[in-house]
């Protein structure tokens, strides 16, 4: 184990040099204009899954982008653990608000800036470095390990789920590990033991048939945009609870302990707001803020557009308005359930001088793992080894969807060992990893798997 | 006065391949690209004013786009009419949505599309031909005549203001004519008698310094469309009635004859709903649709953004939103202290929880012309000779805010003689004239030249 450190130690220049050449590959899922660089990426991940001493390497096409699949399996009798990451990333506009080019990763501080630098590539790439230290100091690993890297997380893993289903055998393992998240806070290390889901919808209102003057038309029906804008302020009252009848149905109340547990960990609601410029925090009443992170479902508008958004004026009254407007779901909502109760919702309230269409564009299960799995508890002691701290217990407000299918799927549990930090600007400009986490979560990575086998017998 | 007929009637192809080359010329004035094709629009004018017989042509300069200005002075005691138009056009976008090229006319069934056909380019161009008519066929004109034909009518002739201030010497006149209005429909000639004035606004809501996880970070902190959603929803009661406090205070109430005037058109609110694709019309309660799109000040959202707006699923919490807003005015009411009322009561009702900024980017004031004037009455006639129909009196929901500033600074009325129709697609796709207006707009201007001394002697 030492000479294990000891590599992951003397080698951290080529290691930031490498992740560079990783991020420098625009593999955008949503954009069909990045299908080459998505391919690009794929190739780049399998290389390097050889390179450090994964054995079955292969990149398994899908209707959409590719998975890449390697594995270790040369320890017998000890457990066996499926690593999931993603390669894909999200958009970088608006371009204009990065300070360093999003593809040309850049090390300001004790940050590295780049599109993917945390959300996943940094996170997937600190558990290829330490696989690398385990097989180049002991031409083994101290479990078995199947890895498989996806391209189209972040657009739903649209393809994973019949994936998963056709390679059940494949990927027979005892325990999922996903580094895909953060830690509560710089110097916090924390364990993530439950998710929010995720229902995103797109709402479509049109009025006239055909955008019309502003002057000679505006009195005499209803603007789109105004129609659009009416809705969506009714979906909250005036408690910051959403509106839609049923929402709140299969909500699982926080436990007296969990309140407890989250009023342990260092937070400052003003200094939170503070640091993104706000004067004040808005929520739902009755919940503090990181319940409201964390435990309470949620009702976001993730873009809205419509009518002139040029330089300068036009007078239009515009044909046409649209949003993009997601709910974080937490146990026991489901997203199906919650996507049809707002659907139905948003038809009901239309007012009947416009037309509304709504569409659900992707959806996500919550999930909580149990504190008391092996996994949990070997990965509690990981983090206490590379980072010198006991980490905390914590949940996660965003999405991890695919937690949910290898649960109902291959019916194991996910161990979320998250090395980011919650200011890192996932889906934003100038998304960053810190050097500090990067380095520290190889070091953990390294432990977590020397620290299995021993938690799993017990 | 026959011959000049005659000869309307004899060159109507030749008008149409004329107009079609000056509607060829991208004269988008609130875009800078298009600056090059505003120069040569102006040299096409003012080619055009040469070849027609007009004299003093010259392209004047301004700090924007330059006004072009010809005369005609050979009638000693007659009146001086000094006529006004724009070459400049709406941006086109969307452009997808034009059945053909928006800079190249093309004729379907009775009409011609382009931008620029109707608002202003047509209409000027009527003009051109009735007064080349009567310099062909009489060496002169029956009365005396100044044009000006500016280049930023579209966006707020932010020029015309001080040119008109330096140049009233020149443009001393005894009445201004305006065609830049439609006719109340198709095969109704009407006399348009009032307009609409205008405030239009920008609104910038600033929620968290960047964009954010809309998963880690919602349900925390207000989201700006959804602030933003919330103002524009509150701008409106449920009667349709604009909720600024002070809003309605200088509006100069409907006199009964012009309510029994307006009951007079033809006017059918299921048809107009049908023609737009419309289930139900929308408006301020206790008027009819005619009071509310002429005689009712509105409020509009004109556009609106935030957030993602591309293809699929970005789960990003934006840092910002922004809406352009307009406002429709009616005598009495100002543009300054509407702007001022608006951004007033926006920054009074912001909740806290988000910042917002209030901008106004241009503003024309309304208008109403004595039906008694001899230029309406000239005009009267005219439209009876050329259409045929003894034309009804209306009014306008559009701006002309030129109007304002001709009474203001030259002490000038204006006859707003108007051969577009409603569902021209003014500022929208599809822009067309029709061509039995076309025609007989040059008759009925070539005859309202012929009229006017008569009706000055009165």
Known sequence: MQQVLSYLDANKDRFLAELKDFLAIPSVSSQSTHNADIRRCAEWVANQMSTIGLQTVQIMETPGHPVVYADWLGAPGKPTILLYGHYDVQPVDPVNLWTSPPFEATIRGENLYARGS??????????????????????????????????????????????????????????????????????????????????????????????????????????????????????????????????????????????????????????????????????????TTLERLWARPTLECNGIWGGYTGEGAKTVLPAKAFAKISMRIVPDQTSAKVA??????????????????????????????????????????????????????????????????????????????????????????????????????MRTAAHFYNELPSYWKK
Chains 1, 2 share one sequence.
Request: some cysteine; hydrophobic content about 40%; glycine content about 10%.
């Open 118 to 287: 945390a959300d996943d590539k940094g996170q997937v790439y600190i558990h290829f470095k330490a696989i690398e230290a385990w097989m180049k100091n002991n031409s083994s690993l101290p479990v078995n390990l199947k890895v498989i890297i996806e391209g189209e997380e972040e657009v739903g893993s649209a393809n994973l789920d019949s994936f998963v289903k056709e390679h059940k055998e494949l990927l027979k393992a005892d325990m999922v590990l996903i580094s895909d998240s953060s830690m509560f806070a710089k110097g916090v290390p924390s364990l993530c033991y439950g998710l929010r889901g995720l229902a995103y919808m797109e709402v479509e209102v049109t009025g006239p048939n055909t955008d019309l003057h502003s002057g000679s038309f505006g009195g005499s029906l209803h603007n789109p945009i105004q129609a659009l804008s009416e809705i969506i302020a009714s979906l909250h009252d005036k408690n910051g609870k959403i509106t839609i009848p049923g929402f709140y149905d299969d909500v699982r109340p926080l436990s007296k302990t969990e309140r407890a547990a989250f009023k342990k960990l260092p937070w400052n609601d003003r200094k939170y707001a503070k640091q993104w410029g706000l004067k004040n925090l808005y929520g739902e009443k009755g919940f």
């Open 340 to 441: 049809k109760l707002f659907e139905r919702h948003l038809k009901k309230i239309a007012p009947k001088t416009i037309d509304i269409r709504v569409r659900a564009l992707h959806g996500g299960e919550p999930a909580i793992t149990p504190i008391e799995s092996p996994g949990v508890r070997a990965a509690v002691a990981a983090l206490q080894k590379g980072f010198g701290k006991k980490p905390l217990y914590q949940r996660e407000g965003g999405s991890i969807p695919i937690v949910v299918q290898f649960k109902k799927l291959l019916g194991l549990d996910t161990v979320l060992l998250g090395f980011g930090l919650p200011d890192e600007n996932a889906h934003a400009p100038n998304e960053f990893i810190n050097l500090d986490n990067f380095f520290g979560g």
